[in-house]
DNA sequence: ATAATATACTAACATGTGTTAGCAAAAAAA
DNA sequence: TTTTTTTGCTAACACATGTTAGTATATTAT
């Protein structure tokens, strides 16, 4: 007996608004944030995918790319909020808080990439390292700069405002444990006690 | 002209109190922090001891082995540092004060093993694994529960124990940043920055 | 001095890696 | 339909990896 075996060719699903290229970066953010980005190969990524690992080369120049893309997408993000939060006319402190508050709400809603964004810098490759530490040590001066308006307007206690910014920004990243963490409280809730303790923190009585 | 070359072997030196495999071990932790897990080799580990790579299994097992020594060392030490501060008769929110100085002071002098144990654990293997992560899990219980005592004992403010504990914990890793930084405060002022932002926003009032 | 043990070396292996070449098939444009 | 472009496939490459075998050389014990 003679059997024809039609064979199908696999396709990269994609909707209306996302080329196949972002969602095979998706894809990336969720597998290098679990597995970490040396330890997660391109056929890992193929699979996930839903296609051969050569196959994803039609799409991307190399698996850096995918980090670059993630790292800076992420870092933009970041920089366009400090730009739009400086240039209000608000109280230090409430800077301060709406700060965290865009950092608590990314990390809640945008884990993969912000958590890949966070811990595997460090595998990007020059030009690209050294641009993205550039990158994330204005960002923290910008910050402490908020933090220091705050101490000399006596909003915020006096603290070394690189040391409070270091606190804040790890801090947030616990939100990973609250994502792993099998009997969650709501993203509200976890917000809410967050910022008590944050803010509480830093606020001046 | 005929030429001997006198060839002499390497050696790991070690002084009185640490053996091979110990210096091994810390020269690991070093390389595992700067590169991560995954992506430091055992080439690269033999260069930093000053030896070839095959020298190393002479000491170890696996390279994996490095990673079970180094994780277990560190969850021991806070293990160990739990059991003693529950038992003392001191106020809560002492106990958890002890505690976080206790994480301060292991993040400042025992920053490699202890960074490497809280971010690369994922790359053991079971059932080393699971036994890490059962413990870790205990862990945080028992420091939440100090927090709520706390909170029972109105000494702390009404907040999400875990919560509490999860901006603890990963707002002292911060401290990495610390030590990477080219102007560094003192170890001293660090800690006391931290325990004001932090014993702040948990204490009442 | 001799024997025994600890430690290091060279060479090589099996495996997993990112990536490319060349071709087939599907989709889009003509 | 025919042509062109996009997307996927198989096969293979060059290279880095952890680790082992077998051997040489130090160190320690007898």
Redesign the pocket.
Known sequence: MLVYYL??????KIDKNSS?KEVIVAKAAALFREKGFKA????DLAESVG?????L???IK???ELLHELCFGVANRFMHKMDEVESQKIPAIEKVETMIRFHIDEMINHYEEVYVSDREWKHLSDPYLSNFQNQRRMYRKRFAALIEAGIRDKEIKKIDAPTAVLILLHAIGGIESWHRSTQKISAAALTDNMITILVGGLTNK
Do not use: D
């Not at 296609?51 to 196959?55: L, N, Y």
């Open positions: 064979r199908l060719m696999a396709r990269i196949r997660a190969s391109m056929r296609v051969e690992a050569a196959s080369y039609n799409h190399s698996k850096t």
